[in-house]
């Protein structure tokens, strides 16, 4: 049963039907798509440490991922921003597949746990199913990859990091004598550091081999872990190969030329100045130091503040937290064969995912339906997070896609 919860001054929330109050305030329900299915009856169990996530465990693995992997924290900030809530709850109809759907009829048939839409700093809609709330922590998968490109410009605004043309081995001389070593900065960022590498998620591919490597209990660390991964398959820069290896590099990179672990500047650089109102983790490997490929968790209204600052071209009231021109640069083709429509729907900038289209749109993306669209020109955020029964290529993002194109044309240019 559906409820929304109304944060009265100095009162606890009260319960109150759908209909009762207009205003953009959390709704809750306890049930999804196929819920039995996703261990309703269980009360969405978290999977057990070291065995593989199936369909029962995703929902509940998927919103406490640092109960069943080994997490770094990270604090809430001292001072929690304000996000101010609409006074209507967003209403919003497209069309898909020939029929009209909207905002409740899409979480109806698609197996979402949150959904968040934000304009600016205002909620218009923050809807969370499955029985999740807005204290669970949903983790990022790929999403964290995004976060982890957008440190990395904030190190050269430091100079941390010298120059994005930098060889991998000018911080990681260890790599000095592979091709990993060999590879710019810059082509990590832009998934085309030549590296034969395979992410088709089956199971058996090297995105599965490097996690494997990382994650065990007895792992030797990343650059162990990494170090399996030897051939070079095209020149750098030349070639786009989505890789969770060219992330994971480029994390290295960043914690040795920072010298903190990557949720420790996080934590000072991003999470602190944004005024997160909650804490989040990051999942760490064998050794202890974050995986920066994926995994890091974040209730779902914090994951909104970070659609802010980036649809704010990484400013945040007037700061500005990441380097602008950093920023932009990310967000478009770094080369024509990185634009969209080449080869791909997608085009890719500075680990961000970029939409097709005149302006410029983009978005972070994770297995299993992770997804946060931002549109600049408006400042229009959705924040989406999910348990799809299939890594990629699940019948829901074309979907979603209809909808947050309605979504931008609502909010006008």
């Given at each position: 049963?559906i409820?929304?919860?109304?944060?009265?001054?100095?009162?606890?929330?009260?319960?109150?039907?759908?209909?009762?109050?207009?205003?953009?305030?959390?709704?809750?329900?306890?049930?999804?798509?196929?819920?039995?299915?996703y261990?309703?009856?269980?009360?969405?169990?978290?999977a057990?440490?070291?065995?593989?996530?199936?369909?029962?465990?995703?929902?509940?693995?998927?919103?406490?991922?640092?109960?069943?992997?080994?997490?770094?924290?990270?604090?809430?900030?001292?001072?929690?921003?304000?996000?101010?809530?609409?006074?209507?709850?967003?209403?919003?109809?497209?069309?898909?597949?020939?029929?009209?759907?909207?905002?409740?009829?899409?979480?109806?048939?698609?197996?979402?746990?949150?959904?968040?839409?934000?304009?600016?700093?205002?909620?218009?809609?923050?809807?969370?199913?499955?029985a999740?709330?807005?204290?669970?922590?949903?983790?990022?998968?790929?999403m964290?990859?995004?976060?982890?490109?957008?440190?990395?410009?904030?190190?050269?605004?430091?100079g941390?990091?010298?120059?994005?043309?930098?060889?991998?081995?000018?911080?990681?001389?260890?790599?000095?004598?592979?091709?990993?070593?060999?590879?710019?900065?810059?082509?990590?960022?832009?998934?085309?550091?030549?590296?034969?590498?395979?992410?088709?998620?089956?199971?058996?591919?090297?995105?599965?081999?490097?996690?494997?490597?990382?994650m065990?209990?007895d792992?030797?660390?990343?650059?162990?872990?990494?170090?399996?991964?030897?051939?070079?398959?095209?020149?750098?820069?030349?070639?786009?190969?989505?890789?969770?290896?060219?992330?994971?590099?480029?994390?290295?990179?960043?914690?040795?030329?920072?010298?903190?672990?990557?949720?420790?500047?996080?934590?000072?650089?991003?999470?602190?100045?944004?005024?997160?109102?909650?804490?989040?983790?990051?999942?760490?490997?064998?050794?202890?130091?974050?995986?920066?490929?994926?995994?890091?968790?974040?209730?779902?209204?914090?994951?909104?503040?970070?659609?802010?600052l980036?649809?704010?071209?990484?400013?945040?009231?007037?700061?500005?937290?990441?380097p602008?021109?950093?920023l932009?640069?990310?967000?478009?083709?770094?080369?024509?064969f990185?634009?969209?429509?080449?080869?791909?729907?997608?085009?890719?900038?500075?680990?961000?995912?970029?939409?097709?289209?005149?302006?410029?749109?983009?978005?972070?993306?994770?297995?299993?339906?992770?997804?946060?669209?931002?549109?600049?020109?408006?400042?229009?955020?959705?924040?989406?997070t999910?348990?799809?029964?299939?890594?990629?290529?699940?019948?829901?993002?074309?979907?979603?896609?209809?909808?947050?194109?309605?979504?931008?044309?609502?909010?006008?240019?």
């Amino acid at each position: 049963m559906i409820r929304r919860l109304v944060v009265l001054a100095l009162l606890l929330p009260v319960a109150l039907p759908h209909s009762a109050l207009a205003q953009a305030s959390p709704v809750f329900s306890d049930t999804g798509p196929d819920a039995a299915a996703y261990g309703a009856t269980q009360g969405y169990p978290v999977a057990v440490p070291g065995t593989r996530v199936d369909q029962r465990t995703i929902v509940g693995t998927y919103s406490h991922f640092d109960e069943a992997r080994p997490s770094r924290a990270i604090p809430a900030a001292s001072a929690p921003s304000t996000l101010a809530r609409a006074p209507q709850e967003l209403q919003l109809s497209y069309k898909f597949e020939g029929k009209t759907q909207t905002l409740d009829s899409y979480l109806e048939r698609n197996p979402a746990t949150g959904l968040l839409v934000l304009s600016d700093h205002t909620i218009l809609y923050e809807h969370y199913r499955y029985a999740r709330t807005d204290k669970d922590r949903f983790t990022s998968q790929s999403m964290a990859k995004t976060l982890v490109g957008m440190l990395a410009g904030i190190a050269v605004s430091e100079g941390a990091i010298h120059s994005l043309d930098d060889l991998v081995s000018a911080y990681l001389p260890e790599l000095a004598d592979t091709e990993a070593g060999r590879t710019p900065v810059r082509a990590l960022l832009s998934m085309t550091s030549g590296m034969r590498f395979h992410e088709v998620y089956d199971g058996k591919d090297d995105i599965m081999r490097l996690s494997r490597a990382l994650m065990r209990p007895d792992s030797g660390g990343a650059i162990e872990a990494i170090s399996q991964f030897t051939t070079r398959a095209q020149p750098p820069g030349t070639v786009f190969n989505y890789a969770g290896l060219d992330t994971e590099l480029l994390g290295l990179v960043l914690s040795r030329a920072t010298k903190m672990p990557l949720a420790d500047y996080m934590a000072r650089r991003i999470w602190s100045p944004i005024g997160a109102e909650a804490a989040a983790s990051w999942a760490t490997d064998g050794k202890g130091h974050e995986i920066a490929y994926c995994c890091f968790n974040a209730v779902l209204r914090d994951w909104g503040r970070l659609g802010v600052l980036l649809a704010h071209d990484g400013a945040w009231e007037g700061r500005q937290i990441i380097p602008r021109p950093f920023l932009l640069d990310a967000t478009m083709p770094a080369a024509p064969f990185l634009a969209p429509g080449q080869g791909r729907k997608l085009g890719y900038g500075y680990q961000v995912w970029l939409l097709p289209g005149d302006r410029r749109q983009f978005e972070l993306r994770g297995i299993y339906g992770q997804m946060m669209l931002i549109d600049p020109q408006t400042r229009t955020v959705l924040v989406h997070t999910a348990a799809r029964p299939n890594a990629t290529n699940n019948a829901g993002d074309g979907e979603l896609m209809a909808l947050w194109n309605a979504l931008v044309a609502q909010r006008g240019s």
